[in-house]
């Protein structure tokens, strides 16, 4: 990952396809300086979604316990 840009390459056919995200966060190593964490995804995200849900729009918001 570049930023918001996935590239997945096959070698054996030379190909790729890129594909960009609106978000994409580090979740991985809690001591790495770029961490998200719950906080951060539903500040980010969750938010406006459920702001969406109270204004009648389906939204779909999936928690988990880490």
Known sequence: MDGNMTTIRKPEENTSKSFSFD????????ADPNYAGQQRLYDDLG??????????YNT???ACKS
């Open 23 to 30: 978000h994409s966060y580090w979740s991985f190593d809690k």
């Open 60 to 62: 779909c918001i999936v």
């Open 47 to 56: 938010v406006e979604l459920l702001n969406h849900s109270f204004n009648g």
